[in-house]
Nanobody, 124 residues
Framework: QVQLVESGGGLVQAGGSLRLSCIAS????????MGWFRQAPGKEREVVGT????????YYADSVKGRFTISRDNAKNTLYLQMNSLKPEDTGVYYC?????????????????WGQGTQVTVSS
């Protein structure tokens, strides 16, 4: 019932920055807890960061803590991921995900709606 579309991916050099966006439609955005996940070639999908529907609580994987920031603008039905100090190991397809819940979720299995993904490639 909710549709998610990611954008903002691309090719950047190590140490650079990138901002991803995810626009939601179909149901009120404020109903959903949201998350960013990524999948590198040959690896399983892993959590990057998640955020509660009000934006009051966030969770980050240890690998991105201090470098990435997840945020949302409910008035714009948009989820963001600001990525700074990018490393080659950040390369992968980045997905946004949604779940109707007031509780902070931290794993892919907690989410039931997914976008199509956007490619992020970090060169060394």
């Amino acid at each position: 019932q909710v549709q998610l579309v990611e954008s903002g991916g691309g090719l950047v050099q190590a140490g650079g920055s990138l901002r991803l966006s995810c626009i939601a439609s179909g149901r009120p955005f404020s109903w959903y807890g949201m998350g960013w996940f990524r999948q590198a070639p040959g690896k399983e999908r892993e959590v990057v960061g998640t955020i509660t529907r009000s934006g009051g609580s966030t969770y980050y994987a240890d690998s991105v803590k201090g470098r990435f920031t997840i945020s949302r603008d409910n008035a714009k039905n948009t989820l963001y991921l600001q990525m700074n100090s990018l490393k080659p190991e950040d390369t992968g397809v980045y997905y946004c995900a949604a779940r109707v819940t007031p509780v902070l979720k931290t794993t892919a299995s907690d989410f039931d709606s997914w976008g199509q993904g956007t490619q992020v490639t970090v060169s060394s």
